[in-house]
């Protein structure tokens, strides 16, 4: 279910960019992340997202994850502004500042009778870099982000993400 839900919002992501054709300045992300936390060492996931730029350089990104281990899912759900320092290059890195909503849910607590699960604020600071194949798709080789999630958990986290990138417009 987990993977249905991410690979729905990763599709509708692409639906929302073909309409995104005519006009300038869209970008889509997505691929595989992983998720370092002092609860559990490691979660694997997805991590996808759309960035539209207002400026050449400066854009705000919607990001989108998920990460899974046992019975212990993480979600979030960011928005902020994004800077790219060489957009125009073959190779853009890029700096980000995020805040949203963070969502934890242990299933584990429901064989012994009740689940867990907690809705906090989360934000996320991080860099990257893009190497561009195309005009219209480039390799994100990494994504290293910083997660802090405010609540009762007040989870310390770090983010690896890599994937594709499509560019949408002039």
Known sequence: MKIITMALIFIWLFSVSS????ASRFEVHGGYSCLHTPVVDVFHGCNCGLTYYFYDYFGL???ISGHYEGSVDFYNFLVGPKYVFNRTGNISPYVHTLVGVGYVYDSWCCLVGNSWSETQVAYAMGAGMDIKLNKHVAIRPI???YIRQMGNLREHQARYTFGLVFSFGD
């Open 19 to 22: 309409y995104a054709e005519d």
């Open 61 to 63: 990104e919607i990001d």
């Open 143 to 145: 994504q290293l982000d």
